[in-house]
């Protein structure tokens, strides 16, 4: 191994453990303070209810912020807006620390989640510059271990910073996280877009990127997948903890274990893909997965149809955990395959279905009472519907896409043999 190729290797290697840091990002911003809303709530002297609304306020940054961070990673590179939304992240961070009042914190929280949002939306462009293919496949599956991690952790930690700080004082952890993510990025993180690889022009044509996005069928129809496989998540996110401590009577330290076991599935879920995907490919993995998903959702509705009990819901809702595992790394692969030179702005599109859409429609589900019943109805019409979008839609896209890169690569190769 030479010099250069040893360097470059090491280089490679620190920008997935940046890429693995920024996995942590949304779930930590989100969850860290948890425990402590009841004290937030009652310290500015408002409801339960909008003491909850500031985590649905930063989600909802989280996922608009990308549509901002991603095009123009295109233009800038992508170390730039990190670095940038890090920075503010942390001296947002400190404004939530300070805020008078829940008006003020809610305003500040959406800024939070939409200066956050650089690092989530640079974790799937980085990767994307670094891997393609079944290889990205993999590191996405590998990243999942703490994606899935994360938020199992954050309550926990969150509790204990509680136990010794008030609310004010864990958005001041906030700051000093979003702070080290900077050291980090700055010192570690090297520039994955070279200049000659970044598109000119002004505002006018960083936001004519998505319109060049949007005019892949392929894209549009993975988009659309996501859409509904996001309410599925959300469902489940929005409703378990009432399914299982309402409905089914259990303790909050059961259902913090089950909520853990459910995670620990997803991540399987995304190292058995890890493991297969070399051979069978992302296409396939993809839409077994999602097949997979969508009849796990109905033997659940099943299940809530005939009264059968809390275990076999839960058994079944691991199983449509993991098939989601599977799925995710695959269905990301496949919408950024052909956008390498648009990797932001399609990231950005595929980070707002997920942050956004799911987290809209699902509380919803919670209107008349959230139930397994009604849990599992809209997990059953959202999956379903994701897969016959996979099946109908993705696939016949996806390989009418690739049938023409192919016909074009021919042409490339043969041309020059026309003028000998």
Known sequence: MTTTTATQVMSLRRSILVLGTL??????????YM?????????????????????????IGLGLGQLIAGP?????????????????????????????DIEVLLAVRFLQGLAGSAGIVMALTVARDLFDGVELSRLLSMLALVAALAPI??????GQLAAVMSWRGIFVVLAGFGAAIFLIGATLLRETLPPERRHGGGVATTVGQFGTVLRDRAFVAILAALVFGGITFFTYLASISFVVQGEHHLSPQAFSVIFAANSVASVLGAQLNRALVRRAGPLRMYVVAAGATAAAALALLAFAVGGSGLAPVLVTLAVLLACSGMSSPNSSVLALDSHAAHAGTAAALLGMATFVAGPLVAPLVSVGGATTMTMSVTMA????????IAWGVVVPAVRRRDAVRAAETVA?????????
């Open 35 to 59: 425990p402590s809303l009841p004290d937030l709530a009652r310290d500015l002297g408002t409801s339960d209810a909008l003491s909850q609304a500031t985590m649905s306020a930063s989600m």
């Open 72 to 100: 123009l990673s295109d233009r800038l590179g992508r170390r730039p807006p990190l670095l940038v939304g890090v920075a503010l992240f942390s001296v947002l961070s400190l404004l939530c620390a300070a805020a008078p």
């Open 153 to 158: 952790l954050a309550p926990v930690i969150g």
């Open 412 to 420: 490339v190769v043969t041309e020059p043999a026309a003028y000998t």
């Open 23 to 32: 996995e942590v990002f949304g779930p930590l911003s989100m969850d860290l």
């Open 381 to 388: 019409v959202s999956s379903v519907i994701a897969a016959a």
